[in-house]
Every structure is written in structure tokens, then in C-alpha cells.
């Protein structure tokens, strides 16, 4: 969490899937979106609020709805569950820690 409240946006690869994780610092919230959009995969940016592409080509709300560019596609949400590390280590043991790629 330290990370993402620092960088408020995350790209990263998830099974596969190109994914953004955004924390939300004014509700506290962290959302995950995918970041294939047609025939592109995005890189996810936080700016004034919202997600913008590293282009600044096209811009979406916390909810992943486009407010304006030139994609009017929404983003693909996928399901985030915040728990504490305590209790999910316990259970799954063999689980690693995110860390920015060097």
C-alpha cells in the first residue's frame, strides 16, 4: 500500500492480463482496471484526479468511464479485495510482497 499511495497507479501483468492497480487517496479506495483497450494496451497514469494514458490521449474517472479523448471505451474493471497482510499470510504462506520492478 506504502507504494501505491506513493505512485497512486501501478501497470503491471496479473495471470497474464495487463492490469493498473489506482489508489483513490480521497476515499482511500484501490480499484484495478484491465489496461487493453481494443487493440492496444495502455500505460496508466494518475492526473488531477483521474487516469489519463501515458499519451494524455484519453482520460477516464475513478470508475473507469471516459471523460474525454479520443477513445470513448470504458475501462474493464476487475475485483479488488483489500485485507490485512497478517491474516492472508497465514493462510497462504507462500504469497510475495509487490515490489517496483528496478
Do not use: C, K
Not at 8 to 19: A, E, K, Y
Not at 29 to 57: I, K, M, P, Q, Y
Not at 86 to 91: A, D, K, L, T, V
Amino acid at each position: 500500500m506504502s507504494l501505491l499511495r506513493q505512485n497512486q497507479v501501478v501497470n503491471d501483468q496479473l495471470g497474464g492480463i495487463p492490469i493498473a492497480v489506482v489508489y483513490q487517496p480521497g476515499a482511500d479506495r484501490v480499484r484495478a482496471f484491465d489496461r487493453r483497450v481494443g487493440d492496444s494496451v495502455l500505460t496508466l497514469e494518475a492526473e488531477d484526479g483521474f487516469l489519463v494514458d501515458a499519451g494524455r490521449t484519453v482520460r477516464w474517472n475513478g470508475r473507469g468511464e471516459p471523460t474525454g479523448g479520443t477513445v470513448m471505451e470504458r475501462l474493464q474493471a476487475i475485483s479488488v479485495q483489500r485485507i490485512w497482510w497478517r491474516g492472508w499470510s497465514e493462510f497462504h504462506p507462500g504469497t510475495g510482497i509487490y515490489q517496483a520492478p528496478r
